[in-house]
């Protein structure tokens, strides 16, 4: 879909009852969103059709449902006390915060018209007078340093990609004669030259790091020893399950286990619709397999989703597999690729793919003082801890990515022999909301009657979700049912009643499929199997 059609799906997304603002008769509260009924019949699906894929229909696969609070003890051991932060800088005259690194992809589209070029090539040169600085830590070699900064964008009044590759900005450097933390230190000094979005002005305090997991208090005592957190990451809710999945459901490597649930995080720079939010629901797998076997299940993953989302009707040309560089890993992975998608704004993360090891098992087994090794069913003497391959989707995005993908806009024929534009949401038919949608053609009683015998014989006959609207002109609900994404309509008319001319129409109704906007006499009679 074209860029400036976030703002024309946002706005679809509120007046159909997909997505409202969150909060929104008390003005809101920014950066929340709220699923409506088709937006939840929608989300579902997604999850339904995950389920269904990545766990009912393997054998190595089995659920959990963990909780969100969990003991602080499981985020000192996974690591997210110490290492799950962010760099924050915050403007001293307005109090404005911001991540520092969104803070360079803000100046760069605003201030310099997209062009990056003369801003890296500003910033190369401040660079490299850092090449004669003495090092602190001796670094061998030369090499490639990375500066993972995830950037990208569209250069105004042109249809151009920029084409960085997500702006890992990679300096052929030696690195014997750099000091890499000044070269850090340049790095953030340049973003604080910028000028404040939010106040104009330049007075920024140093990046810091902002630890991003949301803090609450449990019980009705306040105080240090009661603090709780959200979880950042469904994850660790199937790694401190692990012992109690292994004891009761005796799984053979390789296994995996799958969890779809809400994450929280204080994201400094939350934004652009339901991408970027504080809360929101992961689905996730934590793939056990003997240690060795990792780099072949790895690929076998990064296959199995790249299919499942283009089986459900992404295009190709909208995704992108992009490798982490080191720098960039988590601390908890060894490889991580994410699949990008191609968002309104730009290429963004979708789902991620990461090779945890052992690191998360053997820090439960070092923090809880139970054992977490696996026993190998065939030889009692060979224990050991599995190695996990991660596949990650956020579920919101995962979502979203299906909206953006579904939103077309395009000339339909009318009954006259012109053409109108029309909108319509050319979901997969197992995604969209509403399956099919009973529209009587006229108000007449009788004929309301007919078609709600039909509803209620479908509704009870199958598992779809069917819609019966008798409001407004026949033209309009088509409109709506195309916005959202019904893949088809029944029309019960006075043929249906044997009340017009037309020989042998008593007892049919017309179905209209959306995408083609063919029209079909079918006869009510076998209409529940040819709907399934
Ligand atoms: N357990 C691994 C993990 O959490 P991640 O890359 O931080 O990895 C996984 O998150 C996925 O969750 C991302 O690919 C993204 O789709 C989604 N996600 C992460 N932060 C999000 C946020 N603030 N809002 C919406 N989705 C988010």
């Not at 007046?15 to 909060?23: A, K, Q």
């Not at 490639?144 to 300096?171: A, G, M, Q, V």
């Not at 902002?210 to 994850?235: C, H, K, S, W």
């Not at 009761?248 to 339901?274: C, D, H, S, W, Y």
Request: hydrophobic residues 35%.
């Amino acid at each position: 879909m074209p860029a400036s059609s976030l703002d024309q799906l946002v706005s679809l997304c509120k007046r159909r009852g997909f997505i409202f603002p969150g909060s929104e008769i008390y003005g809101g509260l920014a950066n929340t969103w709220d699923y409506g009924p088709l937006g939840v019949e929608l989300k579902n699906r997604v999850k339904r059709e995950w389920w269904k894929t990545f766990v009912h229909k393997r054998g190595d696969m089995v659920g959990v449902d963990a909780a969100i609070l969990m003991n602080p003890k499981v985020w000192e051991a996974s690591g997210h006390v110490t290492s799950f932060s962010d760099p924050l800088i915050e403007c001293k005259e307005c109090h404005y915060r911001t991540r520092a690194d969104k803070m360079m992809e803000e100046w760069v589209y605003f201030k310099e018209d997209g062009n990056y070029e003369s801003f890296f090539t500003r910033l190369i040169r401040g660079i490299q007078p850092l090449l004669k600085v003495p090092q602190k830590a001796p670094l061998k070699g030369k090499q490639k340093i990375t500066i993972p900064l995830k950037l990208s964008f569209k250069l105004k009044d042109d249809d151009r990609e920029i084409k960085t590759d997500s702006l890992n900005i990679t300096y052929d450097f030696d690195l014997n004669a750099i000091d890499k933390r000044a070269l850090i230190h340049h790095f953030f000094q340049e973003i604080l030259r910028f000028n404040c979005p939010n106040c104009g002005k330049t007075n920024w305090t140093e990046p810091k790091q902002f630890n991003l997991m949301f803090r609450t208090q449990q019980g009705v005592i306040e105080g240090e020893g009661n603090d709780i957190y959200l979880r950042p990451e469904t994850a660790q809710g199937i790694f401190v399950n692990f012992r109690n999945i292994l004891d009761t459901m005796r799984p053979r490597l390789p296994f995996g286990v799958a969890q779809i649930g809400k994450a929280f995080r204080n994201e400094i720079t939350p934004g652009n619709f339901t991408f970027r939010t504080r809360e929101f629901e992961q689905m996730e797998i934590e793939y056990f397999v003997e240690p060795g076997k990792e780099k072949e299940i790895f690929e076998e993953w990064k296959e199995l989703v790249w299919n499942w989302y283009l089986s459900l009707g992404i295009e190709k040309k909208n995704l992108r597999i992009r490798e982490h560089d080191k720098e960039e890993l988590s601390h908890y992975s060894s490889r991580t690729i994410d699949i990008e998608y191609q968002f309104p704004w730009g290429w963004g993360e979708l789902f991620g793919l990461a090779n945890r090891g052992d690191f998360d098992l053997k820090q439960h087994e070092k923090f809880s003082g139970e054992d977490l090794t696996y026993t190998d069913p065939d030889d009692a003497t060979k224990k050991f801890l599995p190695h996990v391959v991660e596949p990650s989707f956020g579920c919101d995005r995962t979502v979203l990515t299906f909206l953006l993908e579904a939103y077309t806009e395009e000339d339909a024929p009318t009954a006259s022999g012109g053409s109108e534009k029309r909108v319509v949401m050319k979901f997969d038919p197992r995604l969209a909301p509403v399956d099919v949608a009973i529209l009587p053609l006229s108000k007449k009683e009788h004929l309301i009657a007919k078609a709600q015998e039909l509803y209620k014989k479908i509704i009870q006959e199958t598992d779809l979700v069917v819609d019966f609207d008798v409001t407004g002109s026949i033209g309009k609900r088509y409109r709506r049912q195309d916005e959202i994404g019904t893949p088809r309509c029944i029309t019960v008319d006075f043929g249906t009643l044997g009340e017009d001319d037309k020989q042998g129409t008593r007892d049919t109704v017309t179905i209209r499929d959306r995408d083609t906007l063919k029209q079909e006499r079918v006869a009510i009679g076998g209409i529940t199997e040819k709907l399934q």
